[in-house]
């Protein structure tokens, strides 16, 4: 503000002062507010204070936008279009008028005509033109309607198209036939007759632009130019192409990191950017991802920001190779030690609190200098590693562990994993404490890092106590302490598009683990688990939210073996709850004195289709609604399962998310069997909530 205390007080610094505050009120709205300055005397003569009075007046919301002249294009395209938009009147059977209204903005009328107009001439309307005729309020002032006049003209179409290579910009011999011009017009999206659409022409571009890369031409240009005929309304298209010189890859320029080892940020590469090869796009771009996965730096790019190649290329030292470029990365560190603190509640798992330390990017060899220096910035840090330690504990649910991995052991191919923890369960009808080591191994199977093994090695102890007379009798056969000793392998396959954080993808795993024989120990149990799920995003809102669908799957199987007569209590499987709503927490499956006693087969199907309301994003917290159909079976055996022990339920809930990027923490959902046995428990309504502060 120009307008300041000790200042001199000057009329036009007034007036500019009251129009900026004003106009902030206007982008948020409030259409009609008006500001006045008032002067107020303070008893001395050449003092004076000034009070800004606004009058916000209504804040109208963008009642109905009229598209005169939008023949060609439905309603809902337009909508989506321009920012004074009515679209969420109709949004999520009307409630976007309570979360997500518009509020009118004058300020941005000219643009959404801008918008629709070049919108138009992009679908291939060349001689389109949009005028905004008004608008006006009405409901004493609470509601806008706008007017936009279209004149569409007739649509151009593609008369055809060809594709040349500039004079001296032809690719090697031994690239000609793979980069012939036939096979890049085949490239092609669009064909003679079709419709102009310039997305069709820039993803064709890019298609070209691919093929050129996947063969090194990495400095290949390719441009698009357009004979428009007027008078049948036609445009010819030209794909330019120079293929530039074949690069070969010298070697990656790592800039910017202060404390993380280059070998970690190499084998980001797997093996797939070699130096003295032919450089190799793909390779490049998927170590870019797997770098910003990591989560240790806050940027991944890819040269230093001056305009150039988009790879980042910079002619190499050897001289004696006039085609080898380096590769300039350039990352920017971030702190990857946290602290959490939070606590929760649910239906399943009662109250909980927890603490949690966390160490990315950790290094166990790199030791402070002084014992006292250990949370310097460069103690323990830049290995790639992580360590965490966790103290959570609860009414029903306890746990401490603490966690030490490494995805690349020594920079092998093999992962490393060990944890030791100790969980507490305390069951309304016994309690049962766990103590264990465990460790793991793996490794990537394929050069799509698709499929991964996991080995894994595990010595627990279970203590059953505290029983009940109502306790299930096989917890009494097992009551006290048991030591179980095990190996197990896990093979999953995940195919994941986009990066989607609610699995737009699909993963698949398959798990099988041998506790007991000749590892000793005093349980014989072997166990297999089949899981997948599917998932994907539906619809997306203007404000970029997904609507998402998704479906998951499972089926868990245990016997036993040698001198286990049955499974023990802890080893079986539970179905009820958060696992299969409508039904209380492991109400479903065999009991005994009335208590869940477990099972031996599991199957379980759960079916979700979720609606976002608010953005997190734009409110500060999301809001989403979600229906679902839950279905399974836990049975004793699988000679036991049929048709009359299947049970399905359906319901309806919502989730509110405070500022995390993940599942929403608070989670209320009313559920309703469908089919049930007599002995399951219902539970219609379930509850989930976990808050980190």
Do not use: C
């Not at 599917?534 to 203007?542: E, P």
């Not at 004793?636 to 993940?662: H, K, L, M, V």
């Amino acid at each position: 503000m120009t307008t300041r205390s000790g200042r001199p007080l000057l009329d036009y610094g007034l007036k500019r002062d009251a129009e900026m505050i004003a106009n902030l009120h206007r982008k948020e709205g409030f259409h009609f507010v008006n500001v006045q300055p008032l002067k107020r005397p303070t008893g001395r003569q050449d003092v004076e204070d000034v009070v800004f009075v606004v009058h916000t007046g209504p804040r109208p919301k963008v009642f109905n936008v009229l598209f005169e002249g939008a023949h060609s294009v439905k309603r809902r395209q337009l909508q989506r279009l321009v920012q004074n938009s009515d679209r969420y009147r109709t949004q999520f059977l009307g409630l976007g008028r309570l979360f997500n209204p518009t509020y009118f903005n004058a300020d941005l009328l000219e643009e959404d005509r801008r918008r629709l107009e070049f919108w138009y001439r992009q679908e291939g309307w060349q001689d389109a033109r949009v005028v905004l005729v008004g608008y006006r309020f009405e409901n004493d002032n609470k509601e806008a309607f706008i007017h936009f006049r279209i004149d569409e003209g007739q649509r151009y179409r593609i008369r055809g198209f060809t594709v040349e290579y500039e004079e001296d910009g032809d690719p090697l011999p031994k690239d000609r036939e793979f980069l012939s011009v036939d096979n890049l017009e085949r490239l092609a999206v669009f064909a003679p007759g079709y419709a102009f659409r310039a997305e069709d022409i820039e993803q064709t571009r890019l298609r070209i632009q691919e093929r050129l890369w996947s063969r090194a031409y990495a400095k290949s240009g390719v441009r698009q130019d357009y004979d428009i005929n007027p008078l049948d309304r036609s445009i010819q298209i030209t794909f330019r192409i120079d293929a530039g010189p074949k690069i070969r890859l010298g070697r990656i320029r790592i800039l910017g990191n202060r404390f993380t080892r280059d070998n970690v940020i190499r084998r980001a590469y797997r093996g797939e950017a070699l130096p003295g090869e032919e450089l190799n796009v793909s390779a490049l771009r998927a170590g870019q991802t797997r770098l910003r996965a990591l989560n240790f730096f806050g940027l991944v790019r890819y040269g230093t920001g001056r305009p150039g190649s988009i790879f980042g290329l910079v002619k190499s030292n050897n001289e004696d190779r006039e085609d080898e470029y380096d590769v300039e990365l350039e990352v920017e560190e971030i702190d990857t030690r946290s602290i959490q603190f939070g606590a929760g509640v649910s239906t399943d798992g009662g109250i909980f609190g927890f603490v949690q330390v966390t160490w990315r990017n950790f290094d166990i060899f790199r030791l402070p200098q002084k014992w006292w220096r250990v949370l310097d910035k460069d103690a323990f840090r830049g290995g790639g590693q992580t360590f965490s330690i966790e103290f959570a504990p609860g009414t029903v649910f306890s746990r401490f562990r603490i966690a030490f991995s490494d995805p690349r052991l020594n920079d092998s191919q093999w992962g490393f994993n060990i944890e030791i923890s100790r969980r507490l369960a305390q069951f309304t009808d016994y309690d049962q404490s766990t103590d264990g080591i465990y460790l793991g191994f793996s490794r990537f199977l394929d050069r799509k890092f698709n499929w991964r093994l996991t080995l894994n090695w595990s010595l627990r102890e279970v203590t059953l106590d505290d029983p009940d007379p109502t306790a299930p009798v096989n917890m009494l056969d097992e009551q006290g302490r048991s030591t179980v000793h095990g190996v197990g392998a896990r093979l999953n396959y995940t195919r994941v598009r986009g990066g989607d954080p609610f699995l737009n993808g699909y993963r698949l795993t398959f798990t099988t683990d041998w506790y007991g024989g000749p590892l000793g120990g005093e349980v014989d149990v072997v166990k297999a688990t089949i899981r997948g799920a599917l998932g994907s995003r539906a619809y997306r809102n203007r404000q970029g939210s997904w609507q998402r669908f998704r479906v998951e799957a499972r089926v868990d199987w245990a016997t036993a073996y040698d001198d286990t007569v049955q499974v023990p209590i802890f080893e079986r499987y539970f179905l009820g709850g958060r696992n299969l709503r409508g039904f209380e927490f492991r109400g479903v499956g065999p009991k005994s004195n009335g208590s869940p006693s477990g099972g031996e087969f599991l199957v379980s199907v759960i079916g979700q289709y979720t609606f976002p309301i608010a953005d997190r994003d734009v409110t500060g917290f999301g809001i989403d609604i979600h229906f679902f159909l839950d279905q399974g079976t836990l049975v004793e055996d699988t000679q036991d399962i049929s048709w009359e022990t299947w049970r399905i339920s359906a319901g309806f809930g919502f989730g509110i998310q405070f500022g995390s990027p993940n599942q929403p923490p608070l989670t209320i959902d009313f559920a309703w069997p469908i089919r049930r046995v007599n002995t399951d428990t219902r539970q219609v309504v379930s509850v989930s909530f976990e808050r980190t502060f």
